[in-house]
């Protein structure tokens, strides 16, 4: 009888043996599975992942805004067209922290990837009635700004937020310093101008002087002036040639 029952538990620990051996082998070896093999990068076509790989680290999660301007904005996105963003994706802007990220520029994008990044951006962030009628300044500046003048538009506008001379209060931020200057661009002053930063709380061209708002030659005065500022040596308390004459220093 115990050689009976020894016998019939030998018979089912083969047989349990026989179905995880079959288990195994029912799918080829070395033959990947559904779903395992990985996406090379230049084939990853979903807007959410590229957004987050290539934009997020300065305009911020879902386009909230960072060290660059939030691209969830439906004011910024009312007055440029996508195609002036994909430009700018593609081939960066010269002299700022903006990089290009076309393949043929020395990125890492592709054409294809490129335009569903600007798209993507317009389809979920953009909203043209924010505008409410409105007749916004363009984009681009149509005229040379005077200077002077934008002096005198700054105090209007903008210094009760960043002081009289743009060195920022309670309110507002530095906007005259030096390495802030040297990472924007005239027309990135201009859009800012024009569409604030509301993750930071600066209202659009609108919104500065309640009933006022700014008109287009204004805004371009006003960065006239914010770019007259700029320091040839930023980050540097005396000139390049001072340097050369006293390295000591």
């Not at 040379?144 to 507002?172: I, L, M, N, R």
Request: net charge neutral.
């Amino acid at each position: 009888m115990k050689m009976k029952l020894k016998w019939m538990k030998t018979l089912s620990a083969l047989a349990v043996l026989s179905l995880v051996i079959l288990a195994a082998c029912s799918a080829p070896g070395g033959r990947p599975q559904t779903n395992t093999e990985s996406v090379a990068p230049n084939q990853v076509l979903d807007f959410s992942t590229l957004y987050a790989q290539n934009c997020a680290g300065c305009h911020g999660a879902q386009g909230r805004g960072g060290a660059a301007i939030a691209l969830a904005n439906p004011v910024y996105l009312a007055i440029v067209d996508e195609t002036r963003m994909r430009n700018v994706v593609a081939n960066g802007v010269h002299g700022t922290s903006m990089p290009a990220f076309a393949q043929r520029a020395g990125g890492m994008l592709t054409e294809q990837q490129i335009d569903v990044i600007a798209s993507g951006v317009f389809s979920r962030w953009g909203r043209k009635e924010v505008l409410d009628g409105a007749n916004p300044p363009s984009y681009a500046a149509k005229a040379a700004g005077d200077v002077d003048h934008g002096q005198v538009v700054f105090g209007k506008y903008c210094a009760s937020c960043h002081g009289s001379e743009g060195g920022g209060t309670s309110k507002g931020s530095a906007i005259t310093n030096d390495s802030f200057l040297a990472l924007v661009s005239d027309q990135a002053l201009r859009t800012i101008v024009i569409t604030g930063r509301p993750e930071l709380g600066a209202p659009d061209w609108r919104g500065d002087v309640p009933g006022m708002p700014m008109a287009d030659q204004e805004i371009t005065d006003v960065v006239a002036w914010l770019a007259s500022r700029r320091s040839q040596n930023p980050g540097q308390p005396y000139s390049a040639s001072n340097y050369a004459q006293h390295p000591e220093k």
